[in-house]
């Protein structure tokens, strides 16, 4: 069984930084994608960041520059963290974190909130 634990959430003066970061245990092989997704008030889930397993990222315009995406598995454990430097009113969302296996098992995070205040 499957399971997906996110962690860093909260509330932050616009300007400031947060780390979110989530573990999942039991995936069983290798995990070809590590994602952020995130969805604001009123609006669809949207795609913020992506890690391939070769080492290859890509950010959405609205966060290229100020969010890293990372991963630092340890042994079954796999991770994925999110580091967002200077936050807006606009980065409010609850964030979800996604992972998609070798097998094409896709796991999804519970949903952390960040709020950020202008």
């Not at 499957?2 to 300007?15: A, H, I, K, W, Y």
């Not at 573990?23 to 913020?48: K, T």
Request: some cysteine; aromatic content about 10%.
């Amino acid at each position: 069984q499957v399971q997906v634990e996110e962690s860093g959430g909260g509330f932050v003066q616009s300007g400031g930084s947060l780390r979110l970061s989530c573990a999942a245990s039991g995936i069983s092989g290798n995990v070809g994608y590590r994602r952020w997704y995130r969805q604001r008030p009123g609006m669809e889930r949207e795609l913020v960041a992506t890690l391939v397993n070769s080492g290859l990222t890509n950010y959405s315009e609205a966060v290229r520059g100020r969010f890293t995406i990372s991963s630092d598995d340890d042994g079954a454990k796999k991770t994925v963290h999110l580091q967002m430097n200077n936050l807006n009113s606009e980065d409010t969302a609850v964030y979800y974190c996604y992972f998609r296996s070798s097998t094409r098992s896709t796991y999804w995070g519970q949903g952390t909130q960040v709020t950020v205040s202008s």
